[in-house]
């Protein structure tokens, strides 16, 4: 690791002027401090923002339900209002690696980092969710910019995200087997305008939504409805753990299942 200083504010305006200044954010460390151990990161000052009380919580804002971009994976699994009103975010978080990421992991860090295989993202993007910041709002249709890669401008904090409730959602995940990052990951969310459905794990540029299915399941929410859609391989991840075609058909598959599982 590489020398740093380490700073806890106490408010967001603190934080956001510690940021602006050239400070990295410091969330659950998840990821951040892994990267810096191994020197893959270097980061002059750190910010922990976990002094921050209004970065955590989870509340009902009309039909959406908000959480703070500090709250962890673990008490977003188990908040009784998102297990009510959006059980697919509930069981989500519930399943993110181990009982320990999820007692430290964030959403706010989740979706900052933006890792292609992370669950969150295809959260945001299924449920059009829209991204809080200490400067302005994003809608989650322009906010994934690609591996690791985000609209978040340099210094820019994620204060809470705010997801629409969905008339049914269901995420499923297949596991990539040491990690517990999703080989590939698929959210259905139903809305009266229609269904959204977002991919992750399946491509290097990271969380996708699938116009496709989007369109079949828009027209006809049924699992057959789902597996009459061709999956094209161009773009998919090929590596050790599975080729292009492998993933195109775990897309397919692990949507069908997302649709039989929000019909109940
Ligand atoms: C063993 C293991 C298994 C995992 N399995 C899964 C899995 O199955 N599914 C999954 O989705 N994820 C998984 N993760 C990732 C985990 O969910 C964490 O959310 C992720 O690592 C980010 O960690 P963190 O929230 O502690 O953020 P940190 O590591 O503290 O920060 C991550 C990045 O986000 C920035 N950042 C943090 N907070 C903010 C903010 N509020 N505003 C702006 N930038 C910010 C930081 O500066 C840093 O660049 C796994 C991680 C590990 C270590």
Same mark, same amino acid.
């Given at each position: ?13 603190? $934080? ?20 810096? %151990? ?51 975010? $509930? ?48 809608? *989650? ?11 978040? $401008? ?18 499923? %995940? ?11 990951? =698929? ?23 699938? %116009? ?32 292009? *075609? ?12 997302? =649709?039989? %599982?929000?019909?109940?």
């Amino acid at each position: 690791m590489y020398p740093f200083t380490l700073e806890r504010p106490q408010s967001t305006a603190d $934080a956001a002027r510690l940021a602006s200044a050239g400070g990295r954010p410091l969330a659950g460390g998840q990821t951040l401090l892994a990267s810096m %151990k191994l020197r893959l990161t270097q980061a002059d000052q750190l910010i922990d923002l976990s002094s921050i009380k209004d970065l955590s919580g989870i509340c009902r804002d009309g039909n959406a339900v908000v959480i703070g971009a500090m709250t962890r994976h673990a008490d977003v699994a188990g908040h009784a209002e998102v297990q009510s009103l959006i059980p697919a975010l $509930a069981d989500l978080a519930g399943h993110i690696g181990d009982r320990q990421v999820r007692a430290m992991g964030t959403l706010g860090g989740s979706v900052a980092n933006n890792d292609p295989a992370a669950c969150y993202p295809s959260a945001v993007l299924a449920l059009g969710a829209t991204v809080h910041t200490n400067s302005r709002k994003i809608a *989650a249709d322009d906010f994934f910019k690609g591996m690791f890669a985000t609209a978040l $401008a340099e210094g820019e904090l994620i204060t809470a995200i705010s997801f629409p409730i969905p008339q049914r959602a269901a995420y499923m %995940k297949f596991k990539q087997a040491a990690s517990r990052f999703a080989m590939v990951g =698929v959210f259905v969310a139903q809305f009266p305008t229609g269904v959204r459905v977002a991919v992750t794990g399946a491509s290097s540029d990271g969380v996708f939504r699938h %116009k496709g299915l989007e369109q079949a399941l828009s027209a006809s929410f049924t699992a057959q409805a789902a597996a009459a859609v061709k999956i094209d391989v161009a773009g998919l991840n090929e590596d050790i753990h599975g080729s292009a *075609a492998y993933r195109a058909n775990l897309i397919s598959v692990q949507t069908q299942r997302a =649709v039989a %599982k929000a019909l109940g």
